[in-house]
Structures are given as structure tokens and as C-alpha cells.
T-cell receptor, first 115, second 111 residues
Framework: GAVVSQHPSRVICKSGTSVKIECRSL??????MFWYRQFPKQSLMLMAT?????????EQGVEKDKFLINHASLTLSTLTVTSAHPEDSSFYIC???????????FGSGTQLSVL | KQEVTQIPAALSVPEGENLVLNCSFT??????LQWFRQDPGKGLTSLLL?????REQTSGRLNASLDKSSGRSTLYIAASQPGDSATYLC??????????FGDGTTLTVKP
């Protein structure tokens, strides 16, 4: 079955540093990828929609200068949390939409802890 | 604006019981509906996808139905097992190209 690889699975960093999270579709092309964050016991919250070769579309309330998204190819999107602060600590999940059947596949998530 | 509601928010059943999870959505102009399960601290696993032209999909002990006109979908789990314990999410993909998720139903199956 289709696989989305998300890396790293867990990261601990100091406040003020930047963290990059990668999301790769391994065996299908994904013209659209999505980034979500999830706080404990809460549902997924869509942060942004990433389309290959164009600028990401951010949801209301999400700072685009803080959460940089790059979707340079049909199989890779990256989310960079710039100048991370403790309140950015969360579970970040990416998903990729298979261009052939429109099905969504999810990465395994990244647990970010900012000290 | 599409809104997705899942009822109940939590469900606890004894092993072996059949159960139904509900998902309702406000805008029937959908492209497809997908059910996922999420285990604590992990990503999401796709269970079933129903295209807007379909009425149901089956995979093993799982059966998902879709009634687009009434804005409802159900996920039926037969002969539940402790391994089925997880949070189940439904997501509606609209023709506008967005997915909207429900808040999920947390299922606990007791041995």
C-alpha cells in the first residue's frame, strides 16, 4: 500500500532554534500535501495546504513566517518551525493526497518538544 | 463551511460486541469520505474510503456506509477486539479541495 514517510518521529530542541520536518510520499505522486498539528486529546487542526511548485495556503491564525512550508517536488514537502518556542510543542502530522485516486495517506507524525 | 460531527465522542464496549460509529457532515457536496484510526501518539491509518457515488465499502470486519443526501456516514465494526481500541476519525473531502475532520470517537474494547 501507499506509504508516507515522515521524519523525524521525535525531536527535542532548545527555544529559539529551528526544526525541519520532512514528509515524503514513497510510492505515489502527491500534488497536494497537508500539514496538521494536534494537541493532546484534541482533533487534528489543519495548518496549511501545500501544492507542488507553488506557495502554501495557510489556515487562519497560522503564522506563515513561523511555519515555513516548501513543496519542491511531487514527493516531498517540508515544514520548518522557525525560532521554536515551548508553545510550539505539539504533534505534527503530514498527509499526502494520491494524485491518481485522491486518497489521503498520513505520515506517522513528529512529536516536537521545545524546552 | 463544512462541519463534521462524530457521535459518540467516546465508546466503551466488551469484546465481541458489534458497534456503530457515526459521522455527519453539513455540506453534501463532497468528493469522498474517508475513515481513519489513530493510535495514541501516532499518525493516522486509512481504513476505508467511500467515493461520493458509492453507498458502502467493506474491509474485513469493517463496513462503512455513506448517505450523501442526508449527510451521514457510519462505520460498523463487527465482533470487536481489544486491538480495535483507538480513536476513529472521519474526514470529508469536498469539491473545493479541502478535507474536514471530525473530532473523532475514542473506542475502548474491554477484554
Amino acid at each position: 500500500g501507499a506509504v508516507v514517510s515522515q521524519h523525524p518521529s521525535r525531536v527535542i530542541c532548545k527555544s529559539g532554534t529551528s526544526v525541519k520536518i520532512e514528509c515524503r510520499s514513497l510510492d505515489f505522486q502527491a500534488t497536494t500535501m497537508f500539514w496538521y498539528r494536534q494537541f493532546p486529546k484534541q482533533s487534528l487542526m489543519l495548518m496549511a495546504t501545500s501544492n507542488e511548485g507553488s506557495k502554501a495556503t495557510y489556515e487562519q491564525g497560522v503564522e506563515k513566517d513561523k511555519f515555513l512550508i516548501n513543496h519542491a517536488s511531487l514527493t516531498l514537502s517540508t515544514l520548518t518551525v522557525t525560532s521554536a518556542h515551548p508553545e510550539d510543542s505539539s504533534f505534527y502530522i503530514c498527509s499526502a493526497r494520491d494524485a491518481l485516486n485522491e486518497k489521503l495517506f498520513f505520515g506517522s507524525g513528529t512529536q516536537l518538544s521545545v524546552l | 463551511k463544512q462541519e463534521v460531527t462524530q457521535i459518540p465522542a467516546a465508546l466503551s464496549v466488551p469484546e465481541g460486541e458489534n458497534l456503530v460509529l457515526n459521522c455527519s457532515f453539513t455540506d453534501s457536496a463532497i468528493y469522498n469520505l474517508q475513515w481513519f484510526r489513530q493510535d495514541p501518539g501516532k499518525g493516522l491509518t486509512s481504513l476505508l474510503l467511500i467515493q461520493s457515488s458509492q453507498r458502502e465499502q467493506t474491509s474485513g470486519r469493517l463496513n462503512a456506509s455513506l448517505d450523501k443526501s442526508s449527510g451521514r456516514s457510519t462505520l460498523y465494526i463487527a465482533a470487536s477486539q481489544p486491538g480495535d481500541s483507538a480513536t476513529y476519525l472521519c474526514a470529508v473531502y469536498t469539491n473545493a479541495g479541502k478535507s474536514t475532520f471530525g473530532d473523532g470517537t475514542t473506542l475502548t474494547v474491554k477484554p
